[in-house]
């Protein structure tokens, strides 16, 4: 990685034209060039930044997954019962996804890329979920599951009405019958 002085808003950009290359082009079609191109930067700027285009997309993924984390977890108090964290995580969630769609279209891509989500398996956004997920369960609030299986009842069903719901439509009671029956399946 160069040492020259490193910029912010270079860096922003640099993140910005990732994700809207991705989602335009995927990986393959995402070239360094493109990417400096889209960002109004040089090639060699972008080597200011990041090593390989390996490294950037991995760094980039672990930032936007720790952001949306720091989302989700920016509504948990300590004093919530289970009940209002589960609300709270799919409503939150729900926002998240409704908010940052081309970065949540980003995370989904990169999700489903073996390789490259193989390779960003410590995260500091998702270990925080993790944790709470499991002092859910040491106190026997969460029945003793799997936390992969907590995460797949928690947040694909939060994706589907968020991604597949109709213009205009109000979600609210699509939502408050996911998290009965989320409430129902983990309690």
Known sequence: MDTRKKDDEKQRNIKNAVVR???KEGFQGASIAKIAQSAGVSPATVYIYYDSKEDMLQDIYRECIDDAVHFLMGCIRPDMSAQEIVAQLVRQYYQYIVQNQEV????EQF???PALYNSCQTM????CLTRLLAELQQKHIFGDF???NLYAILFPPVERIACHSEAGEPPED???ELIKMIQKALM
């Open 21 to 23: 290359l991705i989602l």
């Open 104 to 107: 949540f279209c980003f995370l």
């Open 111 to 113: 999700d489903t890329c």
């Open 124 to 127: 500091r956004g998702s270990a």
């Open 146 to 148: 799997d936390t992969d």
């Open 174 to 176: 699509r939502l408050d």
